[in-house]
């Protein structure tokens, strides 16, 4: 998976929904017919990637072959102009799917907003999922400020932070800094020996794009405020002393010259940068573009650096994250129906490892890193392992439908200013909040 094809998987569409529950009816002559029968069929739209497709036909193939009343289409969804769009569309039109995947969490409450989605935990057997699949932790948070889970995550890419550790070796370090102040250190070294070189190379720091945020901004505040939401609902819930730590180690890096910010070509795998977010699609495309690049020998994976002070062996991170949804359009049989699939899909592991396999995105299981269905997979594919370790401690988009516009406001009047020298933290905070509580009344 090309990372520049997962950035634009990972934005969002900031359409409104407003109305749009009261035209979702569904299409009505496929539930009669249904019906009529005796098969409940539904209709399941996977993502617009070839894997998951793949994935999901094999999926319902096998499950349509040990449960004669129930029959479960597979097509992808269309992402013209996006796949958020489509399902919009779809939704108004009254020609929604049963279910689908490929949904995160900011969107999912748009969704929610419209009343356009069921509340997976009021459909029985939504608890057995769960259990079965090992995935207690992971959903906790998932859950949206008004107690219910509207998506059930399918894989979880709780990101990491990679290190050039060929160059760390070379400033005596064996291992990547894990605090604030070892990672001062580091830069203060690295501009030592090597003036040209940076800590953190990227020219997305200073662009308030959304989007963004999430692989630079949350990634280091969900590690410092120990997985705080930021925003619940409606409301603000931001920690203000991690935020405000977050923004001063931009600040300390920005005063020790170890940000760059202007575009440059491969500023990681070059060595330009030492530092920069990694997610496990990127492992193959290293693999098959940048040959040197091995993992424990030129580069290793670590969980954020955290505040002096913080616990440093649970580390949270931000996970991009998507998964499934069952729309309200559907009848109360098709929702069964459709909670009946999903438990037969995640009663095996070995369903897990299949999309494992297919898609390399990790399943979003407590046990990943621990299930023996899986070690042989981690065996042959070692620099995915930590991802594994790290899912049950990823931290999903916030469930708030404006998320587009708010993460836009932490870029424009926090990160950003911050990473420009313009802003001091405390001020780049104060105003962030103000922009955020001021859009969210």
């Known amino acids: 998976m090309k990372i520049k094809k997962v950035a634009s998987v990972m934005f969002a569409a900031s359409l ?44 319902a193939d096998e ?3 040990a449960n004669p009343t129930i029959k479960v ?11 958020e769009a489509s399902i919009q569309s779809a939704i108004a039109g009254g020609s929604a799917p049963t279910m689908s995947e490929n949904i995160n969490r900011g969107f999912a409450a748009q969704l929610a907003d419209s009343k356009a989605l069921v509340p997976l935990d009021t459909v029985a057997g939504f608890d057995k999922v769960k259990q079965s699949r090992n995935m207690t ?16 995550p399918i894989y979880s890419n709780a990101m990491l932070f990679g290190w050039r550790l060929d160059i760390l070796k070379q400033l005596g370090y064996n291992e990547p800094p894990k605090t604030y102040s070892e990672m001062l250190d580091v830069a ?32 280091l505040y969900d590690a410092a405020s120990n997985g705080n939401k930021f925003v619940e609902g409606s409301k603000f819930t931001g920690d203000q002393r991690a935020g405000e730590q977050v923004l001063g180690l931009v600040n300390d890096l920005r005063k020790d010259n170890a940000l760059l910010t202007r575009q440059s070509q491969d500023p990681f795998e070059s060595g330009l940068g030492i530092f920069v977010d990694v997610g496990p699609w990127t492992i193959p495309y290293w693999a098959d573009k940048f040959p040197n690049m091995k993992y424990n020998e030129t580069y290793t994976l670590t969980p954020p650096p955290v ?35 999903i438990n037969w899909v995640y009663s095996n592991p070995k369903n897990d490892l299949t ?8 399943p979003a299981r407590d046990d990943l890193s621990t299930n023996d269905t899986f070690k042989a997979f ?42 420009k020298g313009e802003k001091d933290p405390k001020a780049a905070w104060t105003d962030m909040q103000k922009a955020i509580e001021g859009a969210l009344k």
């Open 16 to 59: 409104t929904l407003g109305g749009l529950a009261a035209c979702s009816t569904g299409n009505n002559d496929a539930k009669t017919s249904s019906s009529k029968s005796g098969v409940t069929t539904i209709e399941f739209w996977a993502a617009p990637n070839p894997t998951q497709q793949v994935y999901w036909k094999q999926m």
């Open 63 to 65: 499950f349509d072959k």
């Open 73 to 83: 289409n597979v097509s992808p969804m269309k992402e013209s102009p996006t796949s």
């Open 137 to 152: 932790n992971t959903m906790k948070g998932w859950q949206f400020a008004d107690g219910h889970q509207y998506v059930l």
């Open 188 to 219: 203060k070294k690295l501009k030592a020996k090597f003036p040209d070189k940076y800590v953190w190379a990227k020219a997305d720091l200073a662009d308030p794009t959304a989007w963004k945020r999430w692989f630079d901004f949350f990634m």
């Open 307 to 341: 505040p002096d002070g913080v616990d440093t062996t649970k580390v949270h991170t931000f996970a991009d994250t998507k998964g499934l949804v069952i729309y309200a359009s559907a009848t109360k049989a098709q929702q069964k129906a459709a909670m009946t699939f």
């Open 355 to 362: 999309w494992l396999e297919k898609t390399s995105l990790p």
């Open 378 to 419: 981690f065996d042959k594919n070692p620099a995915l392992q930590p991802y594994a370790a790290a899912v049950p401690n990823g931290i999903p988009p916030m469930d708030n439908a404006k998320y587009n516009d708010l993460q836009t406001f932490i870029g424009q009047q926090a990160f950003n200013p911050v990473v």
